[in-house]
Each structure stands twice: as C-alpha cells, then as structure tokens.
C-alpha cells in the first residue's frame, strides 16, 4: 500500500481522506509539527511527503533533501496563494485551497515515479557530471547505482544541491555517450568513520520518453528494444 506523510492540516486532510486517498487506497498518516513530521519521515520512509501550510517552503523541503534516506521521496507543497506554485525542493507545487482533481492527480504522477525510482542498478563506470550557469564546471566520477528516476555519482567534490547539471555516462560496452539532465537534490561529503562516500545524488528532469525508456532499459539490463515504446502524447 502506497503512503502519504503529511503536516497536520485539517482541511486538507479531510479531503484527501473522504477522496482520493480512499479511492487509490493510500495509507494517509500525519504529523503535528515539522519536527514529528521529519522524525516519521525518518523511521516509515513515505512514498510521498505532503508540505503544507507555514512548512510548504523551501526551506523545509531543503531540509527533507538532505536526509539520506529522505533525499528522492517525492514532496508536494500545498500552500497559500502568493507563496505557490513555486516551492524550491518541491517535485510539485499547489495553492491551497486546490481543487481535489489536482491533488489526485499530482499525488498520482508522483506515486508513478516512487514506484518507477524504486529498481535500482548497481554500476561502476566513469561518468562525468556538467553544471551550467557562471561557474560552469565539468567533474569526473563514477557512476555507483542507477534508477530511471536518478542516479548517484561518486565524486571529490560535487555541486551543491538544487544545481541544474548534465549527467554523461555509457548505456552500455560501445555504447556512445549518453547525457540526461537533472538536478542534485543531495551532496554527501565523505566521512571515513562511517564509510561514506563523497558524490551527488541527481535526479533526472529530462522528460524526453525515448530517453527515459532507454535509461529503464539500462537499469532493468535489457536491451532498449525490449521495453515497449512511450506512445508520443
């Protein structure tokens, strides 16, 4: 059963209850405070994360992306009026009060890509990560694991989070290179006492469906052929 964690918010609890959490048979669970709210996030790792009210802002949700195991669950920012639809750190933003058919449906895109995230690979091949913008840079890593919703890079010295990048790697021996965009939701700096390696986490933004199949077909070892095509819209 797929489930939503969110601040305690009567109205809007009230109404994903009574609609479309009961519809889609969501375990809907929710949080007092933004402390309780982070402290539940750590121990059930929801499917998706719903920010409401004073803590739908980017400051909270940059908080979220920080935690290890909290950097790629999904978050929907609800909020006042001027304050949306623009949350930094938000996978999707509403102003409150929003219609019940655009909650359904951003809450159904965002279980779409936990459940597509959630088949990850373990790889090893050089991979190198492009930022754009004044301090245009271009690092060398490793690419560690990949999912068709992102990827992790190991690396000295990566990009902070929220910095719009271009991931290179190979889909393959002899494969030319392949590049997706994305975004780093999470710069990890090694620490040798716990074994941590240093890298970035990138979530991937290209929306392309030829690429993002490709990427799947990579991560689940098939051959691009395998997967059935994304009907163009």
Do not use: N, Y
Not at 148 to 176: D, K, Y
Request: hydrophobic share 45%; charged share 25%.
């Amino acid at each position: 059963m797929a489930s939503l964690l969110m601040v305690d918010h009567a109205p809007l609890f009230r109404l994903l209850e009574s609609t479309c959490a009961r519809r889609s048979g969501w375990s809907l669970r929710s949080a007092l405070t933004a402390e309780d709210l982070l402290m539940k996030a750590r121990a059930e790792r929801p499917d998706v994360i719903v920010l409401s009210g004073p803590v739908a802002d980017a400051a909270f949700a940059s908080r979220l992306r920080s935690e290890a195991g909290l950097a790629a669950v999904p978050i929907l920012a609800i909020g006042q009026g001027s304050d949306m639809p623009a949350c930094a750190g938000a996978d999707a933003a509403l102003a409150w009060p929003a219609a019940e058919a655009e909650i359904e449906a951003s809450l159904a895109t965002l279980m779409h890509e936990t459940r597509r995230a959630a088949c990850r690979r373990a790889v090893r091949q050089p991979a190198q990560v492009t930022s754009g913008g004044a301090g245009s840079a271009t690092r060398r890593g490793r690419l560690r694991d990949i999912a068709a919703g992102g990827a992790f890079v190991t690396m000295p010295q990566g990009p902070p989070a929220g910095t719009a990048v271009q991931l290179e790697f190979r889909l393959g021996a002899g494969e030319p290179p392949f590049r997706a965009a994305g975004i780093v939701v999470r710069r990890v700096e090694e620490d040798s006492a716990s074994h941590r390696v240093a890298g970035v986490a990138i979530r991937f933004t290209d929306a392309d469906p030829d690429r993002t199949r490709r990427i799947e077909a990579f991560v689940r070892d098939l051959s691009p052929g395998a997967l059935p095509r994304v009907p163009e819209a």
